[in-house]
């Protein structure tokens, strides 16, 4: 079973930054796709970011040019990097992994990010 393990979330304020992390149990060079996610209180999970298999990426409207993913495939790590947070950024964030064959989702058990106003 894989295993996705996120750290990183805590308390900022307003204009700081983070970097939040995605350890996963197998080589992430598995995955077709790997992503954050996030759902704040009383809303939907939507999509943050995700990065593909071959380096491409991918951002909600809402952090482009403040946050920015990436891989570490020696750590089978997956980041996030946030900079300029907003307190709209407060949310529990997920990492997410996927498989095409089997088609497979996997998640982590998240980590809340909480930006002060």
């Known amino acids: 079973q894989v295993q996705l393990v996120e750290s990183g979330g805590t308390l900022v304020q307003t204009g700081g930054s983070l970097r939040l992390s995605c350890a996963a149990s197998e080589s992430i060079s598995s995955f077709i796709r790997m992503g954050w996610f996030r759902q704040a209180p009383g809303k939907q999970r939507e999509l943050v970011a995700r990065?593909?298999?071959?380096?491409?990426?991918d951002y909600a409207d809402s952090v482009k040019g403040r946050f920015t993913i990436s891989r570490d495939g020696i750590r089978n790590t997956v980041y996030l990097q946030m900079n300029s947070l907003k307190p709209e950024d407060t949310a529990v964030y997920y990492c997410?992994?996927?498989?095409?064959?089997?088609?497979?989702?996997?998640w982590g058990q998240g980590t809340q990010v909480t930006v002060s106003s």
């Open positions: 990065i593909f298999v071959a380096g491409t990426t």
């Open positions: 997410n992994a996927d498989r095409l064959n089997p088609g497979v989702s996997y």
